[in-house]
DNA sequence: ACATCGCGTTCGACATTGTCGAACGGTGCT
DNA sequence: AGCACCGTTCGACAATGTCGAACGCGATGT
């Protein structure tokens, strides 16, 4: 590779989706690998591998090709935090009323979770606001439900330190690795006490089209609430946080 | 390659920009490396080359990457031809104007160039309006033309027969390409009598961003009207329709 | 019906091409 | 200053993508 950043099959990929992307119909495997002066095997690859991967569509009774619509995913970006929010405010307040605790929805940010909706426990109690805070991605059932749905966020950790803010707090990255690939398997993570003592939550990941996790929801109160004797989290309660988040990510995807 | 359609690379860029598509914020390398299970120089490859192309964006200050805003243009499809009319319009208009000519635009459609746009000619004369028709490819000053700059339509030359409208229409393929590259150089198209006799034509290229033609605008009329007595095109004549293609095509390049 | 043409697709050998471990250089902590 | 981390470069290796050629199929024309 002579000069870095030259990947051959990626740039006539591109070049290949530009095309496409500029036709005004739908074009026929030999306009392609010709316009672009490639042998038509070749461009037979290419144009194959792209259609695998959902860029490009082929019509069945012309064989021409056309980009999948689902290009338009693409420049989504990072999913709007006020669209997260308005999508999932209901169900998050059905799922205070059900469990009578306080639910959080947040986000990953460059520091932690950020808290982007709250709604306070319903036993009236005095509560304080946490919308806006940010929250350790280590020691919240929040932080760490998107530890293990967000691949991208892992490797932050390797740099962020574990700061201890409980006797209950994990401070091991190999254990905290070894919890995260625990709740991927179980579809929620658990938190006791480990940011406020008699505190803890059960939190369950809100997912993208394709299964990437770009938030969470939480359920969380005092310790002996959530909790059985036995230490496990009440079933009631995670089935309900589970299904909720699986609700709000089935509703994002609806709307392409 | 064991199963075809399935390009190492290829799937793997298209892993990152959908991982980049995901996030909220900028990556960095190695977040990218790691969620993707990837070595770093690998990673980097790929990433180099999707910024190469521009699909990709990296921060100066961070070096994290995120996706260029230049991938909105890919879902865009083939350009609206009513956009393309609204757009062109005006500059039709005063072309007419300035050179007392007919003015016709048009785009590529499966049977040949399409005229989406037809300025009448100001001196007042009985004229049929050539909307909607379907002019041939190879007879024609705005045929020629995006032959010369929509590589894809070249490879549609070579099924469809060549007619023969007037003694000067042609109808040898190799000629016709001979001519095509010369009109690339160029920058205009002549038809002189080949589709209608005594009838003539020069055509510019409307271009997308990036150069791929995506429509033509023409002068015709009478052949003595549009050519010199030594066959060649007036000058002010292609100067003019020259300019106004390339001003529609700015114009174009604007509205992102 | 048969032959022909043009297309998308598959095959397989080759060497070009991408891959990846390791090392480099810069920046911001502590 | 020292360390730690990150983006980037280097270079050897062989896995990977490339591409000429052949296949199968449907449409066309005879």
Redesign the pocket.
Known sequence: ??V??????????VAVLRLLAAAPQD???????ESLE????????????L?HVGLVQ?NR?????RLDTEIQDLPGGGLDPNLLRSQSMNWADSLAANTGEAVLIGIPSPDGVEVIHHVFCPDGTPQRLLFGEIRPVHASALGKVLLAHTPWLR??L??S?LVRYTSRTTTDREALLEEVRRIKAVGYSVDVGEYVSESGGVAAPIRRYGGLGVGAISVFGPTDRIFSTSGAPRREITDRVVSAARAISEQLAELH
């Open positions: 590779m002579p870095p950043g030259q990947i051959q099959s990626i740039e006539r990929a074009l026929a495997l030999q306009e392609i690998a490639l042998p038509k095997a070749t461009t037979h690859g290419i144009v194959a591998t259609r082929q009774s012309t064989a021409r090709y490797s932050r390797r740099q330190s």
